[in-house]
């Protein structure tokens, strides 16, 4: 079946630190895979996106590589900042199921100044 | 940038009671939309997929009669709690995908759903 796993949370990082959330996937079918960020009390944000090997997605400092080789999907920003603190989620999509995101559990990020 | 909005945000309502959520395009054409659910501090679990003018495809698990979906338009849809029980609170979030079956979904803000 269709699905992602995350790296447990929560990460708790400095300002200006590295940041890296693991996501491996398995699919059917060839999957788009997204990053979701969702900021306290809200809905979810799309953050980035890639839809097919080797693509590689970015938006505000970050950037996900998909790697079929290894069926992963990792978050990486170089410097984070306190506006960054955040639940961060991992998902994919295939056609073949409609479409619908089928969604990692989640990691909270907490950056401290 | 496409904008879901979902309402209302926030409501506890008594035991019994049918809760009805909206889930609106506000600047683009949905044929489709999803609803999730989240428990807290979990991940969002799929309940179903609302395709305009057709009957909702429930995931497994989910209860048809009790979690009733309406997609009556290309911008609405709605999500209908009948008999709410305290079980049911939780977190309710839709989202609309605009254009092709490739295109990312958008999400509302969610629905925080509280049943005393």
């Known amino acids: 079946g269709n699905s992602v796993t995350q790296m447990e949370g929560p990460v708790t990082l400095s300002e200006e630190a590295f940041l890296t959330i693991n996501c491996t996937y398995t699919?059917?079918?060839?999957?788009?895979l997204f990053w979701y960020v969702q900021y306290p009390g809200e809905g979810l944000q799309l953050l980035l996106k890639a839809t097919k090997a080797d693509d590689k997605g970015s938006n505000k400092g970050f950037e996900a590589t998909y790697r079929k080789e290894t069926t992963s999907f990792h978050l990486e920003k170089g410097s984070v900042q306190v506006s960054d603190s955040a639940v961060y989620f991992c998902?994919?999509?295939?056609?073949?199921?409609?479409?619908?995101?089928?969604f990692g559990k989640g990691t909270t990020l907490s950056v401290s100044s | 940038g496409a904008v879901v909005s979902q309402h209302p945000s926030w409501v506890i309502c008594k035991s019994g009671t049918s809760v009805k959520i909206e889930c609106r395009s506000l600047d683009f054409q949905a044929t489709t939309m999803f609803w999730y659910r989240q428990f807290p501090k979990q991940s969002l679990m799929l309940m179903a997929t609302s395709n305009e003018g057709s009957k909702a495809t429930y995931e497994q698990g989910v209860e048809k009669d009790k979690f009733l979906i309406n997609h009556a338009s290309l911008t609405l849809s709605t999500l209908t709690v009948t008999s709410a029980h305290p079980e049911d609170s939780s977190f309710y979030i839709c989202?609309?995908?605009?254009?092709?079956?490739?295109?990312?979904?958008?999400f509302g803000d969610g629905t925080r759903l509280s049943i005393l």
């Open positions: 998902a994919l999509s295939v056609l073949q199921a409609g479409t619908a995101l089928i």
């Open positions: 989202s609309a995908r605009d254009g092709g079956r490739d295109q990312p979904q958008h």
């Open positions: 699919a059917t079918g060839y999957p788009s």
